[in-house]
Nanobody, 131 residues
């Protein structure tokens, strides 16, 4: 069974950093684009970043470009999201998700990443940025 499990969330002060991990099991990671999404209370789920199956293409939402970095280790079946210069508006539940069509490979560096295009989801990890 294809499963994604996020970890690494927590409470951090403004300006701080966190690294989220998404461990994938039940499938070979290099068949899928992997994306990170976030959802704050009362808001719609929004795409944060994605990485193509090969790792050669990455894309980011405008709000996080230059602060967040996505990477993947296919040997470890894990995708990471390094988040720096965190601000209170980054507070949300962060989810990783996988698709079956490697859609991220077609995106520009800054793009809209659509949750409807991803069929496999983790349970989420809470990130809270507060002093």
């Amino acid at each position: 069974q294809f499963q994604l499990v996020e970890s690494g969330g927590g409470l951090v002060q403004p300006g701080g950093s966190l690294r989220l991990s998404c461990a994938v099991s039940g499938s070979t990671l290099n068949y899928h684009s992997i994306a990170w999404f976030r959802q704050a209370p009362g808001k719609e789920r929004e795409g944060v970043s994605c990485i193509s199956a090969s790792g050669g293409t990455t894309s980011y939402a405008e709000a996080v470009k230059g602060r967040f970095t996505i990477s993947r280790d296919n040997a470890e079946n894990t995708v990471y999201l390094r988040m720096t210069s965190l601000q209170p508006e980054d507070t949300a539940v962060y989810y990783c998700a996988a698709d079956n069509f490697d859609r991220c490979v077609r995106l520009q560096t800054v793009a809209t990443i659509r949750p409807t295009e991803y069929g496999y989801w983790g349970q989420g990890t809470q990130v809270t940025v507060s002093s």
